[in-house]
């Protein structure tokens, strides 16, 4: 899930698997596999950003979680939010 922000600043997650595309021209358009558009505030590289974040966040989970932490430092990493 990304955090962003609709043109009136409401702020709303949105799940990153429901992105099929990311457009800016005179603002930026998110358009979701269902074909949904929402426009945000967020320019495109941030909203790119993001993605790449929460995807990259979510390999690191998945890798983790089939490993026992090796110590309490790593087990704090991997539980903090």
Same mark, same amino acid.
Not at 14 to 35: F, R
Not at 56 to 70: N, S, Y
């Given at each position: 899930?990304?955090?962003?922000?609709?043109?009136?600043?409401?702020?709303?997650?949105?799940?990153?698997?429901?992105?099929?595309?990311?457009?800016?021209?005179?603002? $930026?358009?998110?358009?979701?596999?269902?074909?949904?558009?929402?426009?945000?505030?967020?320019?495109?590289?941030?909203?790119?950003?993001?993605?790449?974040?929460?995807?990259?966040?979510?390999?690191?989970?998945?890798?983790? $979680?089939?490993?026992?932490?090796?110590?309490?430092?790593?087990?704090?990493?991997?539980?903090?939010?």
């Amino acid at each position: 899930m990304i955090r962003l922000y609709r043109l009136d600043g409401t702020e709303f997650l949105l799940n990153v698997d429901l992105i099929g595309q990311v457009n800016s021209t005179a603002g $930026t358009v998110i358009t979701l596999l269902s074909g949904e558009r929402i426009e945000v505030k967020n320019t495109e590289a941030d909203v790119v950003a993001k993605m790449k974040a929460a995807r990259q966040g979510r390999h690191e989970e998945d890798r983790q $979680t089939d490993e026992a932490p090796e110590s309490e430092e790593r087990a704090g990493r991997f539980f903090k939010r």
